[in-house]
């Protein structure tokens, strides 16, 4: 957290003199931006697009714990984590908003970090920031982001749409998120019973990163157009892939066979979770927060995308009656279950 002497108050620029500090090194860069963030409500032009609208919310210990998140991956992550889903609706993200709630404590000079993680990831996507809102809070650090972006009306992926036979694909690897918050809390932990002690988070930059800065797959949805394929059902992996399959076959009506020995792992994940007595298949099934995109294919379109490194095959689905399985390494068929993340879990 910030060290408060020699930073600036808040309260000395009031609340539109603290949104014009903000807003005033955003720069445009999307043909759909007609009119962005300094009016009554900004003005976006998509013409014969179908629009598309998420919002999430992060809320500090909950969310998110800033003993050990910067404030700069903080505001970086907000931003991935809601281009996230439209992405996974097969459609490219144009426009974020953001509101922020914070106490006193927050200096200028951390929100500026935190704006600055924020502006960083839109620059690096090409997303422009057109409004929000901010508003003082006594419960923590509160950051909501509304992404807005487009697609062809023919081009829509969604959950429900899954068929029987279809191939469950997933990109990247799964449980290096949990992991590195796993890592994180451990450190944690270990500083507050003594101070004296730094943390060891060396060699382990990868599962750090996977849950400090994680990155919304476009480049999936960009391979996808080239190969000219069409997922028949699509969701982002942030609760867990157990739950993320489980949603799509639920609303599709249908079952499946999740292979474990299909699923990704990187082997720093695999590692560390052996390093803290956890079974690795399970950090991926459950972990949640990879913001990984888990898609359904045809058949037909295996030998389309069995080269691409970044893609794994990793079940297929099955008509309803015969449930939702997970088989495992040695043949044994399990029922698959959800145990990732659960917001209002207490």
């Not at 909501?144 to 068929?163: K, L, M």
Request: with cysteine; charged share 25%.
């Amino acid at each position: 957290m910030f060290d408060n002497k020699g930073t600036t108050e808040i309260a000395q620029l009031g609340e539109f003199g603290l949104i014009d500090h903000l807003i005033k090194n955003i720069e445009l860069s999307q043909p759909s931006t007609i009119k962005g963030a300094g009016d009554d409500a900004a003005v976006l032009d998509f013409k014969d697009k179908k629009v598309l609208v998420s919002t999430d919310m992060l809320l500090e210990g909950i969310h998110f714990d800033l003993a050990y998140t910067p404030l700069k991956h903080l505001g970086y992550k907000a931003i991935q984590v809601n281009l996230s889903d439209i992405y996974a609706m097969n459609g490219m993200a144009t426009q974020v908003t953001v509101s922020l709630g914070f106490s006193s404590k927050f200096p200028l000079e951390a929100v500026e970090e935190l704006y600055g993680g924020m502006l960083l990831a839109c620059a690096k996507y090409k997303i422009d920031l057109i409004g929000g809102d901010t508003s003082s809070s006594k419960q923590g650090l509160v950051i909501s982001v509304t992404s807005i972006g487009y697609a062809d009306e023919n081009e829509i992926v969604y959950r429900n749409t899954a068929q029987e036979g279809d191939l469950i694909c997933v990109s990247g690897d799964l449980g290096g998120a949990y992991m590195g918050l796993q890592l994180l809390e451990r450190e944690k932990q270990i500083f507050l019973e003594n101070p004296n002690i730094q943390p060891d988070l060396e060699g382990k930059d990868y599962i750090v990163e996977r849950q400090l800065k994680p990155e919304a797959r476009r480049d999936i949805i960009e391979i996808l157009k080239e190969l000219k394929i069409k997922p028949s059902a699509m969701i982002d992996v942030s609760d867990g892939l157990a739950s993320e399959v489980l949603h799509i076959c639920k609303q599709s009506n249908k079952g499946c066979n999740l292979y474990e020995e299909k699923i990704p792992l990187d082997p720093m994940t695999y590692d560390t979770a052996r390093e803290f007595n956890l079974d690795p298949t399970i950090c991926a099934l459950s972990g949640g927060e990879d913001y990984e995109l888990l898609f359904t294919i045809k058949q037909a379109d295996y030998d389309t995308i069995k080269h691409n490194a970044d893609i794994s095959i990793i079940g297929h689905i099955t008509e309803a009656s015969a449930g939702c399985n997970l088989v495992s390494k040695s043949g044994v068929v399990h029922e698959l279950k959800a145990q990732g993340w659960n917001a209002f879990k207490a």
